[in-house]
């Protein structure tokens, strides 16, 4: 079973910057897509940005110019570097990764960013 561990979230004020990093336990093989998703209370997860073997990253609207996506697949690692952070911001980040042969579909715990005004 393959864990992903989220980290770098935390307390940043705005206009601020912050990289979150996924770390997957252990190499995974048919990697379809890795993407982060955020969750703000009271609301449903987006999809923040993704990223699909192969393709070029995709990110939401509300994050395009400020959020870039990558992966280190030596370190089997993906990362989401934040700039000009906002305080609409902050919510809950998680990492996807799905797989195609066989099909797997795994989350990480989450990590909070909050981004003070």
């Known amino acids: 079973q393959v864990r992903l561990v989220e980290s770098g979230g935390g307390l940043v004020q705005a206009g601020g910057s912050l990289r979150l990093s996924c770390a997957a336990s252990r190499s995974i093989y048919s990697i379809n897509a890795m993407r982060w998703y955020r969750q703000a209370p009271g609301k449903q997860r987006e999809l923040v940005a993704a990223?699909?073997?192969?393709?070029?990253?995709n990110y939401a609207d509300s994050v395009k110019g400020r959020f870039t996506i990558s992966r280190d697949n030596a370190k089997n690692t993906v990362y989401l570097q934040m700039n000009s952070l906002k305080p609409e911001d902050t919510a809950l980040y998680y990492c996807?990764?799905?797989?195609?042969?066989?099909?797997?579909?795994?989350w990480g715990q989450g990590t909070q960013v909050t981004v003070s005004s």
């Open positions: 990223l699909t073997t192969g393709g070029m990253p």
């Open positions: 996807n990764v799905d797989t195609l042969y066989p099909f797997r579909d795994y």
